[in-house]
């Protein structure tokens, strides 16, 4: 049973910083693309940024410059450091992952639970 499991949020005061990490568990062969989404109450979930294996990135135009992900592929982790952050900021952030579990096995996506990132004004 793969897990992708989250850490790292919190209430945090405008201009402050936050780090989330992700950690994937279970028979897992690879992973592809590692990624962190947000939701906001009453709006669609969003890309914040995406790492590929071998550390090419992606981020959203609202993000850039604030935050930076990064991965360990040997603990099969996610990580994204929140700078600088903004009310607008506040979000259910998920961890998302594409990986497969046998060698001969296509990619599945994957999603965590959420954790919870509130920006005070």
């Known amino acids: 049973q793969v897990q992708l499991v989250e850490s790292g949020g919190g209430l945090v005061q405008a201009g402050g910083s936050l780090r989330l990490s992700c950690a994937a568990s279970?028979?897992?062969?690879?992973?592809?693309?590692m990624g962190w989404y947000r939701q906001a109450p009453g709006k669609e979930r969003e890309l914040v940024a995406a790492i590929t294996s071998g550390g090419s990135t992606n981020y959203a135009d609202s993000v850039k410059g604030r935050f930076t992900i990064s991965r360990d592929n040997a603990k099969k982790g996610v990580y994204l450091q929140m700078n600088s952050l903004k009310p607008e900021d506040t979000a259910v952030y998920y961890c998302n992952a594409d990986l497969k579990v046998r060698s001969w096995g296509v990619f599945y996506n994957y999603w965590g639970q959420g954790t919870q990132v509130t920006v005070s004004s």
């Open positions: 279970g028979s897992i062969f690879s992973i592809n693309v």
